[in-house]
């Protein structure tokens, strides 16, 4: 994974020092709130519900186990023992003191993490696919990428107050796992015919107030012009993005307003003065980035070791539910990834500092150090022998994060609602355990196959309920917590945003609600159908008829 240079280093201390003397001129009552505010949100601090809150950038969701050791022991000395991990690949602290955040933002430094860009108006963290580097279907390493998209971001002096924030995904696999059709920017790597890569360019993309599907700008865009291309994206955005009213200021806004022709005409008409200029890459430039993200040293996997894993699994039916939910398939023989459940008794994302430092310790012995941040809020060892995998397992199962259950119902994804959240109109946390408690049969979770089951707390979307198979959305009604069912919508590559149900329900009846829309699709499904199949055939009114039903 990438390591800075000094130049890196250098950056990120210079701004630790900055913000230090911000915050110290703040309390000291010689910065005003108004003044200070923007200064905080790009070093990642909010002011939230009962404390404030500090977002760590994890760059597209890679951490090594050292600095996964260093979060655990950032929050056991400045918050409460935990941390969460967000949809966008990033850890929150949500009880640091206020005068201890240049204190956080040092220790970071030193294991070559920051918070810089993940809050205010500017170009957040690039995301990506969690299996990216691994999957047997990638046509193109995404990393190296992302790393020249953050390099050419960061700070960048333009765009350091766009009208509103940004948020840009890179796919380079043959199935998209990055969202990159609910983003401001999506990019998805491919090979035309000649063997040359290429770049589709999706604009406009997003959840939030005004949920809308991504499209395309540029088809076919060659790699060299990655930069350039999205300077002229972004500073179209800029340009002409709304900054008068900030339900309407995001890029979706301004693609659905001009419509997708105009705005590519604009995008092209600014990308002449840059095309061919400095920042057009160069095969030594991309060459260089690759060189961060070397194969690991794996050793050979023996044929009989595949062999006696294909063995237990077919002999030992707990390691077979573990091994067809959690472990995925690698491009090297022998090789396996795997991605630890979400424990029941947290709120999904929450992760105890000594889970941080034991999922870290099992990274060191069977996954080269290394730990993926997946935007289902998981965790991913990317590089497990099969010969290695009975022994994580029991590991796992200890630690309580090898319930075989990702990709069901039961792996809920969550945002924090409003137990933290300032901006929520309802709790989150409390409607996933409820859920989590209702559907906790495994055998019933398998039959129903892969459903995703997505809840926010606010029209934010932090839990991109838009985009769940079943969407759960806090809403306020004269001070009283509802709560809002869609159905229907996908976050891969044929997207699609839910479509809501009806009138919204109490929180204690939203498990009976959910438990009727399952009653449809099990009662309604062909065989071998999924939810959101069953729904495209046989639409919403089914549904809703059940649910309504008196």
């Known amino acids: 994974m990438y390591r800075y240079d000094i130049h890196d280093q250098?950056?990120?201390?210079?701004?630790?020092?900055?913000?230090?003397?911000?915050?110290?001129?703040?309390?000291?009552?010689?910065?005003?709130e108004e003044e200070f505010r923007p200064l905080r949100l790009q070093n990642g601090l909010y002011i939230q519900r009962h404390a404030p809150m500090l977002r760590i950038a994890i760059p597209y969701g890679m951490l090594a186990g050292h600095q996964l050791r260093a979060l655990a022991e950032i929050t056991r000395r400045y918050?409460?023992?935990?941390?969460h991990f967000t949809t966008r690949q990033n850890l929150q602290l949500n009880w640091p003191a206020l005068?201890?955040?240049?204190?956080?933002?040092?220790?970071?430094?030193k294991v070559q993490m920051h918070a810089i860009q993940t809050s205010g108006n500017c170009i957040r963290n690039t995301t990506s696919d969690q299996f990216a580097g691994i999957a047997n279907d990638e046509v193109e390493d995404p990393r190296a990428w992302c790393e020249l998209i953050r390099q050419w971001s960061t700070l960048h002096p333009e765009f350091a107050y766009l009208p509103r924030k940004f948020k840009i995904a890179v796919s380079g696999a043959a199935q998209d796992r990055?969202?990159?059709?609910?983003?401001?920017?999506?990019?998805?790597f491919w090979y035309n015919a000649e063997g040359e890569l290429r770049i589709k360019v999706l604009a406009g993309g997003g959840l939030g107030r005004t949920p809308m599907i991504a499209d395309v700008v540029r088809e076919d865009l060659p790699w060299q012009h990655l930069l350039t291309y999205l300077e002229a994206c972004v500073r179209v955005y800029n340009q002409f993005g709304r900054r008068d009213n900030k339900f309407k200021a995001r890029i979706k806004i301004l693609v659905k307003a001009l419509g997708i022709d105009e705005f590519r005409r604009r995008v092209d008409e600014e990308w002449a003065h840059l095309k061919d200029g400095p920042q057009t890459l160069n095969q030594a430039a991309v060459d260089a980035a690759k060189d961060h993200f070397p194969e690991p040293d794996r050793r050979p996997v023996a044929a009989s070791a595949t062999e006696d894993f294909d063995r237990l699994r077919a002999d030992n039916r707990s390691f077979a539910r573990f091994v067809t939910n959690n472990v995925t398939n690698h491009k090297v023989a022998g090789y396996k990834a795997v991605t630890l459940s979400k424990r029941r008794e947290h709120a999904p994302g929450d992760v105890t500092a000594d889970q941080m430092e034991a999922v870290a310790d099992l990274a060191d012995r069977y996954s080269f150090g290394e730990v993926r941040v997946t935007h289902e809020q998981n965790l991913v060892l990317s590089d497990v022998p099969v010969d290695e995998m009975q022994a994580l397992w029991q590991e796992l199962d200890a630690l309580g994060m090898a319930n075989p259950t990702v990709g069901t119902l039961n792996d809920i994804i969550c945002c924090p609602g409003g137990d933290y959240c300032s901006l929520a109109n309802a709790v989150s946390i409390p409607i996933a355990q409820a859920l989590q408690e209702r559907f906790e049969d495994l055998d019933f979770l398998y039959d129903l196959g892969p459903l995703d089951l997505n809840i926010s707390g606010c029209m934010n979307a932090c839990g991109h309920h838009h985009v769940g198979h079943i969407g759960i959305l806090?809403?306020?009604?004269k001070g009283e917590e509802y709560y809002q069912i869609s159905i229907g919508g996908n976050s891969t590559d044929d997207a699609s945003l839910g479509k809501i149900l009806g009138p919204s329900f109490f929180r204690q009846d939203v498990p009976d609600v959910v438990e009727k829309v399952l009653a449809v699709y099990v009662d309604q499904r062909h065989e071998d159908e999924r939810f959101l199949d069953t729904y495209r055939r046989i639409g919403l009114k089914p549904f809703k008829e059940h649910?309504?039903?008196k």
């Open 178 to 188: 990055a969202a990159i059709q609910v983003h401001d920017i999506g990019l998805r």
């Open 99 to 109: 005068e201890d955040v240049p204190d956080i933002l040092a220790d970071l430094a």
């Open 79 to 83: 918050d409460r023992g935990y941390g």
């Open 474 to 477: 806090g809403v306020d009604k």
């Open 547 to 549: 649910v309504y039903a």
């Open 10 to 32: 250098t950056l990120v201390d210079e701004r630790v020092a900055q913000f230090r003397d911000q915050m110290e001129r703040y309390r000291a009552g010689r910065l005003g």
